[in-house]
């Protein structure tokens, strides 16, 4: 039996009313009388193990769901993440939602509830609750800020100090974000957005339709990966101001092929790796944790179900890949749930692995035995030389959720909420003491921290005994105890031990007791190194380069660490061994043609090296041609040099240096090349040379027109250098011509060339200095903002042509002073134009100016734009009054404060909405005079402004929304209005309408209007109606069936609640109402004779027919029963014993009284006939009506209640 418990926050004596399983989920949920919602989750193992617990331990009670009410009714969704919960009060559907958490720069922030966040910051060891007004799909935290998002809205909050202030919102679709330092990066179709904490976008990080949409975003360190929905991701590099692409887009489907999507991608510190969850087709995560390195660009993944011996496998393109070989057991049947990088140690990657659900086959479910653990945390080192080391592994520990990250030296993790009521909450495994010595409540921290494996002790150690320790973990991890000793010995404070040479090849150099022993021992060493050259055991061969001594190969072969190929750092070692040979195989056998040719060039075989680069390493042939030019020159094969130096492109520098000593085979090498860079050098040469002739046609020959007029305005040649200026238009040749007019003074001539050189500030200057007025105003236009202020200036300093300036001035958006300018010298001309510019950013003043301006001109309409953008809305709704303009929606909306303004407030706000809708209801604008009225808060006037708009449907829509007693009344009103015998919606609307008023005597009244004149016939069979209001409507068309099908007993039933309603009214005049009743109550029993007649008639025939015509022979009968149903009934009797006399004489009343056409709805033609043959009577034709389908015309009253009612 299980029960609820009072440390998770529910009360002593709380009582579960219901309770509703999910089987998919495991989920046992009930509801309480207190409004919470208790949920115990099925734990986890094998059914074996399940069974073996006891029945309490087989269910772990949750943190309960508080609502309002009593909850009498709960049930889960088909969807398996929704649960349905009535109350008293209301029904509410719960949405499951992943609690939001998030850990960054060591700043944690857990969800505890919807709205409610706890804080936790480990630089300074504080914590915090932070209460959010919105609903939240996820959280990103940094040092500075706290930013929460719901896919429709983010919000910022800052930290300052000990608190948190809201440093922004805006609204925003993005259903990812994260943040770095003041920008924050959301997501929009192939875009990424950089934006500012207010909303504003800085940048965009645009994505092909090719990359797809972003929809996954990490940042770790000053690197942002982004992943899409096309299975591309992109790495930025968001060290400066502007992010960077750091890694281009990569095709995830192209580096892992066949794998899937991508469901999460993550980056580490330094930008070069990058670890992805891959999504299987079925929408579960794969078991593989796929690694991309950026920098070598290589792919290799891990496996938890890998089976050993598939170590290595080839994809289709041909790359080979790592694959990790899965060995302990205890991971197994597991699969990747979520993953993290270190966020400063580029090497640490850890992640959370999950028990996977849902085993395929029996052998499977066989093999996962009962210890298996359900989460596993799982770190390892990921470098280029060692790939994927398993470097710690543990169990998620009980009292944590989930896991949040790594910082070294830490783990850090979200608790489990144990306890929540209203805004106080407790995690899991904290004391029961919730409050401080002091009363105050103190804020539990939902983030614990986990030392991890090696810093078990050290607490918060410096950085140098942090990076110490985890060199030691990794060398340790990767078998190396050599390196692992000598990390280790960086941490002791003490002396370190003793080195020997036989204890384990530690490092260090070989004691040196003699001359011998050294030489002896080094070739020892030496020949050791060799060998290690063979089995490829460069560990070995590390020890053995320090005993050795041998620094330069040490330094060398760290160097070749970050070669992926062993067979390439194997080559390094045999190089510094001098082992040529074996380091050319071992080269060629990993297809390592980069460093075969560097190889080759080193060892001075510079023919191999360029057939090498022609055939397998293009990319470095020109690099190899510069170098093997470079050789020829020292050794002095100049001819060679000259042609390979040709061959790698650096001629243009390289042949002219080479031969400076030999000015003639230089000037014909350049005749030779007939290159335009070749003849400029050798132009500027001869110019410095003081040959000005062979210069110019050197430079003219280069294209160098700037040097040609340099050289022609030094000669004195001008018009020459002019006319070169005009035919090529160089800018730099036109600017340097300028200036030399203007030190002539031949101003025009400058001027022209100053424009030719797009230098308009200069010729903008000779104008103003020299008073080319014409001139200046077209310079000023094609010159910038800053340039035309300072012409208008000129022209408002010299007092002419003032319109030239207030163009200017309007032109460099200087609307201010344009306006005041245009006012000043009565451009009105310009003032429209200027007045087109304007808005809400400029200055009141000049706008009010402007709309008087318009006023004065009957230009009203523009007027009223200018001061609805000044915001002045009285005067404009003023204008629009005195001038008879129509309010359009955009004015209206324009007119329209916000409540957030601080223009108005907020009665003046609501006075000003009234307005508006007043001036809107004068010209007919119903519909919009009801929105502002609605907005103003006053719904009465907004209803009677809905009323004259006539629209039944919003009429409808406005009464159920406003929920106020008066708007319901006057909507039913409206309602009654209209052809309601026709529509039983409208009807049913009446009624629900005064119902919910309490209106009851309105509500009598329309009941008595229903049995003024019935409605069509309608059916009602099988129909239930669970409200009381849809009840009563259907009780009003039964009434029908008196008139159509004779059924009393319904209509029996109507008219009872008739009287209910009407004796709980409250009418004016008690007798009046006591009247109403006691005729109801006549009505009532009159149909009950008539009922029980007909019941009886089976029975006792003749006592049924005497009650009939004692009903006949009543007083008002026919108020409550219709004549032709008691005729009817004795004509039928009468033909069935067979008295067709008396039969006839009932028939013929019912001809007197009853129209002819109207026969037929009371007795059927064969009753007729057959009356007539035993009478002996022929029929006569006016007995013969036509067949109708239901239209009787006579529509007798059911029921009388009160009077009509007077509108509120």
């Known amino acids: 039996m299980i029960s609820l418990d009072v440390q998770f926050g529910f009360e002593g004596g709380e009582c579960i009313n219901c309770v509703s399983y999910c089987s998919a989920k495991g989920l046992l949920a009930a509801g309480t009388n207190k409004g919470r919602i ?25 943190a309960p769901t508080e609502l309002e009410g009593n909850v009498s009714q709960i049930k889960w969704g088909s969807r398996k993440n929704l649960l349905a919960v009535n109350t008293t009060s209301s029904v509410v559907i719960l949405s499951e939602q992943a609690m939001s958490s998030h850990f960054h720069q060591q700043v944690a922030v857990v969800q505890v509830s919807p709205n409610l966040f706890n804080v936790t910051i480990f630089s300074t060891g504080t914590t915090h609750t932070l209460c959010v007004d919105m609903s939240v799909n996820g959280v990103f935290a940094t040092k500075d800020a706290v930013v929460f998002w719901n896919g429709k809205q983010v919000t910022v909050f800052e930290c300052s100090g000990d608190t948190f202030r809201n440093a922004g919102s805006f609204l925003c679709d993005s259903p990812v974000l994260s943040v770095h330092g003041e920008n924050l990066y959301t997501v929009e179709p192939y875009r990424v957005q950089v934006r500012t904490w207010q909303g504003t976008v800085k940048q965009l990080l645009v994505f092909s339709e090719a990359e797809g949409n972003p929809c996954l975003l990490d940042i770790c360190g000053n690197f942002l990966v982004v992943g899409t929905d096309l299975a591309h991701f992109k790495i930025f590099d968001l060290s400066r101001r502007e992010a960077k692409v750091h890694c281009n887009s990569k095709n995830f489907s192209e580096l892992f092929p066949g794998l899937g999507g991508i469901a999460s991608v993550k980056c580490n510190a330094n930008g070069n790796k990058v670890s992805i969850l891959v999504s299987k087709a079925d929408g579960n995560v794969d078991s593989k944790i796929c690694f991309y390195d950026v920098e070598m660009d290589q792919v290799t993944f891990f496996d938890f179900k890998a089976e050993k011996g598939n170590v290595r496998e080839k994809l289709s393109s041909g790359q080979s890949i790592d694959k990790s070989v899965v060995e302990y057991p205890e991971l197994q049947w597991h699969v990747p749930a979520c993953h993290f990088w270190d966020q400063s140690e580029p090497r640490l990657f850890v992640c959370e692995a999950i028990l996977e659900t849902g085993l395929q086959t029996p052998d499977q479910n066989k093999n996962k035995t009962e210890s298996t653990v359900d989460v596993w945390i799982i770190s390892f080192f990921s470098t280029e030389e060692h790939g994927l080391l398993l470097q710690d592994s543990f169990p998620l520990p009980s009292s944590y959720q989930v896991l949040l990250g790594m910082e070294v030296p830490h783990y850090y993790f979200a608790k489990k909420l144990f306890f929540r009521r209203g805004y106080v909450y407790k995690p899991l495994g904290e004391s029961e003491n919730g409050q401080a010595e002091s009363g105050a409540i103190k804020v ?49 404070s003490e002396d370190a031990p003793e080195q020997h040479v036989g204890s384990g090849w530690r490092l260090g150099r070989v004691p040196r007791a003699s001359p011998v022993m050294f030489t002896s021992g080094e070739a020892v060493w030496e020949n050791m190194a060799r060998m290690c050259v063979k089995t490829q055991r460069l560990d070995v061969a590390k020890i053995c380069l320090g005993n050795m001594g041998h620094a330069r190969g040490a330094k060398a072969l760290r160097e070749a660490e970050q070669e992926p190929e062993q067979e390439a750092r194997v080559a390094v070692l045999a190089i510094q061994l001098g082992m040529l040979e074996d380091a050319e195989r071992l080269y060629k056998a990993c297809k390592r043609y980069d460093l075969l040719n560097k190889f080759y060039q080193a060892s001075n ?55 400076t000593e030999d000015l003639q085979a230089l000037e014909n090498y350049v005749n030779k090349m007939k290159d335009k860079s070749l003849w400029k050098w050798w132009a500027q040469y001869l110019e410095s040379q003081s040959e000005m002739e062979s210069a110019l046609k050197y430079y003219a020959l280069a294209q160098d027109y700037f040097s040609l007029v340099r050289v022609h305005c030094f000669q004195g040649d001008i018009q020459k250098a002019a006319e070169i200026a005009n035919e090529t238009g160089n800018w730099a040749a036109s600017y340097h011509l300028a200036r030399q007019y203007e030190s002539q003074d031949e101003i025009k001539q400058a001027v022209h060339f100053y424009t030719r050189a797009q230098a308009f500030n200069n010729a903008i200057r000779l104008c103003k200095e020299n008073n080319l007025d014409d001139q200046l105003m077209n310079l000023a236009l094609l ?74 001109h009957a230009q009203y309409k523009k007027a009223m734009e200018l001061l609805l953008t000044a915001k002045k809305y009285h005067e404009a709704l003023q204008l629009c009054l005195k001038q008879n303009l129509t309010i359009t929606e955009e004015m209206a909306e324009k007119m329209t404060v916000s409540k957030e303004s601080q223009d108005l407030s907020e009665e003046s706000r609501r006075e000003l909405l ?63 209005s209209l052809d309601w015998r026709k529509d039983p919606e409208i009807m049913k609307n009446i009624i629900s309408f005064y119902t919910k008023a309490r209106a009851l005597d309105l509500l009598a009244g329309f009941y008595d209007a229903c049995a003024q004149v019935l409605p069509p016939p309608v059916t009602a069979e099988g129909v239930w109606f669970a409200s009381q209001t849809a009840r009563r409507s259907t009780l009003l068309l039964l009434q029908v069936e008196i008139d159509e099908y004779q059924n009393y007993e319904k209509a029996q039933g109507a008219l009872t609640e008739a009287y209910k309603c009407l004796s709980k009214a409250k009418t004016r005049s008690p007798l009046e109402q006591e009247s109403k009743l006691a005729h109801l109550q006549s009505k009532m029993t009159l149909i009950k004779r008539f009922i029980h007649a007909r019941r009886v008639y089976a029975e006792d025939p003749e006592e049924a027919v005497r009650q009939c015509e004692l009903l006949l022979a009543e007083q ?76 009787s015309t006579e529509n007798k009253d059911v029921e009388e209640v009160a009077d009509e009612v007077e509108d509120p």
């Open 605 to 659: 075989q510079w023919q191999k090296a360029i057939e090498t680069a022609e055939a397998h390493d293009r990319v470095h042939l020109r690099t190899t041609y510069y170098n093997y030019a470079k050789h020829l020159e020292a050794t002095g094969e100049h001819s060679l040099a000259l042609a390979h130096y040709e061959k790698s492109d650096t001629h243009r520098f390289e042949v002219p240096r080479m031969l």
């Open 38 to 62: 208790a949920m115990w989750k099925k734990a986890a193992g094998s059914n074996q193990s399940i069974r073996a617990l006891e029945g309490k331990d087989r269910w772990n009670l949750q």
């Open 1116 to 1191: 008002d009968f026919d108020s409550a029963i219709h004549l032709g149903h008691i005729l009817g009934f004795l004509v039928e009797h009468y033909v069935q014993v067979e008295e067709f006399h008396m039969a006839y004489r009932y028939l013929e009343e019912m001809q007197k009284r009853i129209p002819a056409t109207n026969l037929s709805n009371y007795v059927t033609q064969q009753t007729i006939e057959a009356v007539h043959r035993g009478a002996g009577i022929p029929v006569s034709r006016a007995l013969v009506p036509e067949q109708t389908c239901h239209s």
């Open 444 to 492: 539990s921290q939902m983030v614990a921290r986990r030392p991890m494996r090696d810093f078990i002790g050290l607490g918060d150690c410096d950085k140098t005994t942090r990076d110490a320790v985890l060199n030691f973990s990794f060398y340790l991890t990767a078998g190396d105890m050599d390196e692992a000793f000598k990390s280790i010995k960086l941490i002791k």
């Open 783 to 856: 010159s910038s903002p800053e340039d035309m202020i300072e012409a208008a200036r000129y022209y408002e300093e010299k007092g002419e042509q003032m319109d030239r300036a207030v163009m200017l001035y309007h032109k460099a958006g200087h609307f201010s002073k344009a306006l005041e300018l245009a006012f000043a010298t009565q451009q009105f001309g310009a003032l429209q134009l200027i007045a087109e510019d304007l808005d809400e950013k400029s200055d009141p003043a000049l706008l009010a100016r402007c709309s008087d301006f318009f006023i004065e």
């Open 914 to 976: 009234e307005q508006i809708a007043d001036c809107c209801m004068r010209q007919g604008n119903y519909h919009m005079a009801t929105k502002k009225y609605t907005q103003a808060g006053n719904k009465l006037k907004a209803m009677r402004a809905l009323l004259k708009s006539g629209d039944t449907e919003k009429i409808i829509f406005f009464a159920g929304v406003s929920r106020q007693r008066e708007i319901y009344i006057m909507a039913a009103n409206y309602l009654q």
